[in-house]
């Protein structure tokens, strides 16, 4: 535009009220309308990509201004300068605001304004006329996002370069980071060019973690940071080589985020964490019972290596998921492992070795010791899942994992124990294809290995899954003595005694004899007898106190009732 030509702010004329606008699937050549308010858009040429500006970005544009009887009155083209505003803000005319919105990177549009998202009556003299429409050529050369990170304004994220792929680090990774802190001044107080820290601990100021969430890796970008996310009402002193920080100081910060290493919480209480030092391939991980091949040293925590194979030709280390051929920890994070990746593996006692410690190849693992592994999974063969295998294999693959899982609860391991089960039962999910035969062999399994899995389950209290497992068996056989008595069992601790004693009393009509389920009963009427002592406490010791509330209000009563003594000297 002309150098004395500006737009007028939402604060020079009266704008409409604010609308979302969508941007509309166009052709080339093809005029559409946007939103509600006329404003029009025809596409000249297509832009990059998907990605529209969104309101506070920076956007840079070059246009050309002309009224609708064909007379030019601003280029920027012209000048040979691109204009430059922030989207959304009031700085330009609405129907900018709304139009530009629409727009992708390189596009071409011509957007015809009504007066009203122009200039409106006063229009803008001596160019502008009263309630002209308006007709603006404008190329989107490109934009720079700004996000309000906190939405509060405490910390502005404006996007110089772009980052890679599509995730961001979470609370447990650690990040290698570059920065430049800057007082609005522009004073240096704070420079690193690489600094590495965990996300959850931060580093510097709370603006930099909080930032560095939302980032890609190789993203760069501007912080515009308030004093509550820097350092607040005291400020910091000077020390080594960072500079003061007055009190409630707003800061600028320049920050790339160079790479991070992702720290996973593989059993979700901070026990066993493994830290990706190098991405593997894919996205296939071993499952339970896949045979795995690693390179593997294990360390303590002063270093000392008391277990390394795999290295300088010596064969890799092999091993089957979920076969407790390793500490409990290791094998949960290799089953989180792609093909190729390296990680460090931090496990805790608990998931290691215990309290009783353990030899090893190389060395002994005292008591209670916290290990470090550095693994690189080199391939893995995966067990077949069900849609690998026939109708017979199902059948075959499901029994062995039924006896699996008896061993292991004759063994006291439950949980591994209802895993074993679990498996077994997903290789029916689809029995379309058996033959009857089959489909009876298969049902047999299914409540044998249900039956078995409530029993796992009320071993572990888990009472409502139990209660679901047999009642799933008895869809299949509403005559079966052992769900019934699993049921109950369950119900009994879920404490529905009605329906433990429906089940009970069922079994017993179906099989009178059976002494566990004899045993069973007694329980639950020792049960009931507790609960209804408990409740006869409960509601008598309401009523009393409901007595003794009534006997009070009485009393009152009588008391206000009785006359006074006549007084004798009156």
């Known amino acids: 535009m002309e150098e ?14 604010e609308e979302e606008v969508m941007s509309p699937t166009q052709k080339v050549g093809e005029e559409k309308e946007i939103g509600k308010n006329g404003l029009k858009k025809k596409l000249v040429k297509e832009g990059e990509g998907w990605e529209t500006p969104d309101n506070g970005d920076q956007v840079e544009v070059h246009y050309t201004g002309i009224l609708l009887d064909g007379t030019k009155f601003d280029s920027s083209r012209d000048r040979g300068t691109t204009f430059k505003f922030k989207l959304g803000q009031g700085q330009v005319i609405k129907g900018w605001d709304e139009g530009i919105k629409t727009m992708k990177k390189g596009e071409n549009a011509i957007f015809t304004i009504p007066p009203e998202l122009a200039y409106g009556e006063s229009g803008s003299p001596p160019t502008i006329p009263p309630n002209a429409a ?44 570059k920065y430049e802190a800057r007082l609005e001044e522009g004073t240096i107080v704070s420079k690193s060019d690489g600094v590495e820290f965990t996300v959850e601990e931060g580093f510097f100021c709370p603006a930099l973690a909080k930032a560095v969430k939302t980032m890609k890796k190789g993203e760069k970008v501007l912080l515009n940071v308030k004093p509550e996310y820097a350092f607040g009402e005291s400020g910091k002193p000077s020390s080594g080589n960072n500079g003061a920080i007055p009190p409630n100081a707003s800061l600028q ?33 071993p499952n339970d019972g896949a045979v795995v091949q690693v390179k593997l040293t294990g360390k303590l925590q002063d270093g000392t290596v008391f277990f390394k194979k795999g290295h300088d030709g010596d064969q890799p280390f092999e091993f089957r998921i979920d076969e407790e051929q390793v500490i409990d920890g290791l094998d949960r994070a290799v089953k989180n492992m792609k093909k190729g990746e390296i990680a460090l593996v931090i496990i805790q006692p608990e998931y290691a070795f215990g309290s009783s410690g353990s030899p090893q190849e190389l060395t002994t693992v005292p008591p209670n010791s916290t290990v470090y592994y550095e693994v690189e999974l080199l391939s893995f063969v995966n067990e077949k899942e069900s849609w690998d295998l026939n109708t017979q294999e199902k059948i075959e693959a499901a029994g062995k994992k039924k006896e699996e899982g008896n061993a292991l609860f004759k063994a006291g391991k439950h949980e591994r124990a209802s895993k074993r089960y679990e498996k077994a039962i997903r290789y029916f999910e689809y029995d379309s294809s058996f033959s009857d035969e089959e489909k009876q062999q298969a049902k047999a399994l299914k409540i044998s290995c249900n039956l078995n899995d409530a029993a796992c389950k009320l071993k572990l209290k888990d009472y ?3 209660e679901k497992l047999c009642t799933k068996v008895l869809e299949l056989d509403s005559r079966n003595v052992k769900a019934l008595y699993r049921r109950a069992q369950a119900y009994i601790h879920l404490i529905d005694l009605d329906l433990a004693e429906m089940d009970i009393k069922k079994a017993l009509e179906i099989d009178p004899d059976n002494r566990d389920v004899k045993i069973e009963y007694k329980i639950l009427k020792d049960k009931v007898r507790e609960y209804n002592k408990k409740d006869a406490q409960f509601y008598g010791n309401i009523f009393a106190k409901m007595n003794k509330v009534e006997q009070a209000r009485t009393a009152a009563a009588k ?7 006549v007084d004798s000297q009156a």
């Open 134 to 177: 308006l007709q603006f050529d404008v190329e989107l050369l490109s934009w720079t996002s700004v996000k309000d990170i906190t939405k509060d304004g405490g910390i502005l994220k404006n996007i110089i370069t772009e980052g890679e792929k599509w995730d961001n680090p979470k609370d447990p990774d650690e990040v290698f980071v």
């Open 559 to 565: 008391q206000e009732s009785v006359p006074m003594a």
């Open 4 to 17: 004395d030509f500006e737009f007028p702010t939402a604060g020079n004329m009266e704008m409409p009220e």
């Open 464 to 466: 409502k899954q139990a």
């Open 253 to 285: 910060i320049d920050l790339e985020l160079v790479s991070w290493k992702t720290v996973s919480d593989i059993t979700k209480d901070r026990k066993v964490l493994k830290k990706t030092l190098k991405e593997g391939e894919g996205y296939e991980r």
